[in-house]
């Protein structure tokens, strides 16, 4: 995280309190470069030394990342199954196929609570798994009940750690930070792959395709 970012941070918490905290994890929900992990443990810090309640700190933190999931939500709901499955269809789309999306909603209706609630202790695939669950129309309650208990987790587990280390908690982000790199490598990675399996695809079909015209055609011309 940049100097300047860290700054801002400190400022908007400073200035607004436990309210700055939460306002600070609803953006940190939309835009994941944002570090929940250096905002939480800050609000533990300043709730420690007696300038914020803890639990007002913790209550925001976990009301703003349900608004930020809800909005995410909201925009996964927007799109539907319906408009990203006829974009799977295009040539040009090449994340993946229907037949791909027609599995991960079905695997998503049969184990999405636990991507849900699992998902939001996992940093950068805490944000983006509100677009999925959207995108399924995962029942609103189930999914709002679902982020808050996994969220208030989180919340409290990096809270508690910017109390217990006082004036030491900006170095949670030192530990943190590689891992949630080390996620983003492998979502990059990731979807790498999937962009190459399905050109690789396209190629085989191609040549299968005019394999079998050649063939047909060797009969014409007798």
Known sequence: MTAELMQWILAAVDRLGAAGIGILIFLENVVPPIPSEAILPLGGFRAATGAMNVVAVWAAATIGAVAGALL?????AW???ERVHRLAGRRW???CSRRDLEKGLDLFHRRGSWFVLGGRCVPV???LISIP?????????????????GSGVWNVIFVGLGWYLGERWAEIENYVSPISKGVLVVGIAAV???VVRRL???????????????REEVPGTR
């Not at 669950?133 to 208990?149: E, H, K, Q, S, Y």
């Not at 695809?201 to 015209?213: C, I, S």
């Open 93 to 95: 789309f090449l994340l």
């Open 79 to 81: 799109l539907g199954f």
């Open 72 to 76: 995410l939500y909201a925009l996964g």
């Open 125 to 127: 695939v805490r944000s």
């Open 200 to 214: 690789r695809r396209r190629r085989a079909l191609a040549r299968h395709g005019a394999h079998g015209a050649g």
């Open 133 to 149: 669950a959207g995108i399924a129309r995962m029942p609103l309650l189930r999914f709002t009940v679902l982020t808050a208990l």
């Open 192 to 194: 790498v792959v999937l």
